[in-house]
């Protein structure tokens, strides 16, 4: 069953990974589950336990935007949003809260002046490894990649992407 127009969802929560061939799968009893649903006039974050039978709503969070890409960084529990606008245009906005505050992406998430290019839209955002909390990659149309290393304050083109031939 495919989702309602324009709704987007984006799961986050508890995953063990593949079991090792030499121990048992461990059983998920305790974490509690995040749906982060992605919709064309906010984001709404249901929680859950592990059983998955009740669901809490919260929300709107960012609201007035239309959310095309949410991710709760599993390295700080941040809280990043990949949005859009008519009326204001794109943004990238981070939540250390849960959504109760949030700031924007700051410098850099844009083509330089008079290159003729512009980010149309911000369509995915990818945490790096644990062992750089702080760096974040933002994939834009047209096809661009960003990275940031200071949680999404500040972002810079990766060029050798882009410049390819």
Known sequence: MAPASGLKLFICGAQAGPPKSHRRPRRVTSHTFRLLIGTRKALFICTSDFRRRTWKPAGPHFSRWEVNHAIQDPRTGRLCAALN??????????????????????AGLSFPVGSGKKVERIWQI????????????????????????????????VTVATRQP
Do not use: Y
């Open 126 to 157: 990818s945490p790096d490894v644990a062992g750089r909390p702080e760096t974040l990659w933002c994939e834009t149309d047209p096809g661009t990649l960003f990275r940031s290393d200071d949680g999404g304050r500040n972002w810079l083109e």
């Open 85 to 106: 606008s008519t009326w204001l245009g794109n943004d990238l906005q981070t939540s250390d809260d849960g959504g109760k505050t949030r700031h924007s992406s700051g």
